[in-house]
C-alpha cells in the first residue's frame, strides 16, 4: 500500500452511459461505486445486480462503499458477485470482524468506513491486528457528491495514518468526499493514500482525457505524498510509550515509560529532510 491510488466514483457519472463513463477511466486504480439504501444515507443508488453487470464490463478493479444498514447481511454478495473490495460502515455493522473476515473469504479485500463525527481509537487494535485492508474517512457526510471537504477530519485522518505506521500488514487510508486538486495536498499531508473523487473528475471537461491523473499526481507530491509512500516502504515503524513523544532510532530507547507515545524507526538515521518533517507532521 505505498503508492498514490485515485477512485473515480462514478456516483457523478453519466447514469445513461456507465459503460462508457467507465471506460473513460481505465487510468484509475480501481473505480469508487457508492451503494447507497435511503436508510443509512438519504439517498438511493444500485444494488447487487446492477454492480455486477457494470462489474463485467469495467476495465478496472471496484471498490465498493456500501452505505447502507445491515451490512452484515448484504456485504459479502458483492465479494461474490466479484468486487475487488468492499467497504461496510463501522457504524451499520454489528460484527465487523466476523464480516471483514467473511468478505475476505470470499475473495475481496475488506474495507471499514468511518462518518465525519466517528472516533477512530475503537477501531486501532482491528486495524493494527491485521483484520482490515482498508480504513475510509469520510470527508463529507456520506450521501452525496460535489460536497466541502470537511478540514475538521484532518486530525482523525493524521491519527489513523500514526496508527497504521505501527501495523504489521498494509492497510490502505482512503478518504472520501470533496476531494480536489486542492483538498488532496491537505489529506495527504496528514497521511492519506487512497482518494476518492467524484465530480473532480466526472464533473471535469472529460474524464477520458485523465488530465486529472497528472494533476492529482502533482497536488499529491506537493502534500509530501511520496515522502510518505518511501517511509512506508523503506522503513519499520513502531510505536510505544514514553514520556517524550518523540521520533527517535530502536537504539536510541532505553526505558519506553509513560505517554505520550514515541515513534520508534528503523532507520531513521537514513531518512531524507522531506521524509523527516513528512515524520515529524504525525507527531504534531
Ligand atoms: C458520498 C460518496 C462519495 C462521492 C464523492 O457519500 O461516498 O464517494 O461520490 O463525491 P465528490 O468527490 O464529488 O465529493
Ligand atoms: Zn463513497
Redesign the pocket.
Known amino acids: 500500500m505505498t503508492h498514490l491510488r485515485i477512485h473515480p ?1 462514478i ?2 457519472a453519466d447514469f445513461a452511459r456507465l459503460g462508457e463513463e467507465l471506460a473513460a477511466i481505465s487510468t484509475a486504480d480501481a473505480a ?1 461505486i ?1 451503494v447507497m439504501d435511503n436508510h443509512f ?1 438519504p439517498n438511493l443508488t444500485w444494488g447487487p445486480p446492477v454492480v455486477q453487470r457494470l462489474r463485467e464490463v469495467s476495465p478496472v478493479p471496484f471498490d465498493v ?1 456500501l ?1 447502507i444498514e445491515d451490512a452484515d447481511r448484504w456485504a459479502p454478495r458483492y465479494a461474490e458477485i466479484g468486487c475487488e473490495s468492499v467497504t461496510f460502515h463501522a457504524e451499520a455493522a454489528i460484527a465487523p470482524i466476523k464480516l471483514a473476515r467473511q468478505l475476505r473469504s470470499n475473495g475481496a479485500q475488506a474495507g471499514m468506513a468511518l462518518r465525519p463525527a466517528t472516533p477512530v481509537e475503537p477501531y486501532l487494535d482491528l486495524l493494527a491486528g491485521g483484520e482490515l485492508d482498508l480504513l475510509l474517512v ?1 470527508t ?1 457526510e ?6 466541502a471537504f470537511l478540514e475538521v477530519t484532518l486530525p482523525k485522518i493524521r491519527r489513523a495514518a500514526q496508527a497504521l505506521l505501527g501495523s504489521q500488514v498494509p492497510v490502505a487510508l482512503q478518504v ?4 480536489t486538486e486542492e483538498t488532496i495536498v491537505r489529506a495527504a499531508e496528514v497521511g492519506a493514500d487512497t482518494f ?5 473528475v466526472y ?1 471535469a471537461a472529460s474524464a477520458a482525457d485523465a488530465g486529472w491523473r497528472d494533476r492529482f499526481a502533482d497536488a499529491w507530491e506537493r502534500g509530501s505524498g511520496r515522502a510518505w509512500q518511501e517511509i512506508r516502504s523503506l522503513i519499520r515503524v513502531s510505536r510505544v510509550d514514553h514520556p517524550e513523544g518523540m521520533l527517535v532510532s530502536p537504539e536510541q530507547v532505553s526505558a519506553p515509560r509513560q505517554t505520550p507515545a514515541l515513534l520508534v524507526v528503523d532507520g531513521v538515521d537514513d531518512l531524507s529532510a522531506e521524509q523527516l518533517s513528512a515524520l515529524r507532521g504525525l507527531e504534531a
Open positions: 466514483s456516483l457523478s469508487h457508492d444515507v462503499h452505505m469520510m463529507v456520506p450521501g452525496f457528491g460535489g460536497q472520501d468526499g470533496g476531494i476518492v473523487a467524484g465530480s473532480a464533473g
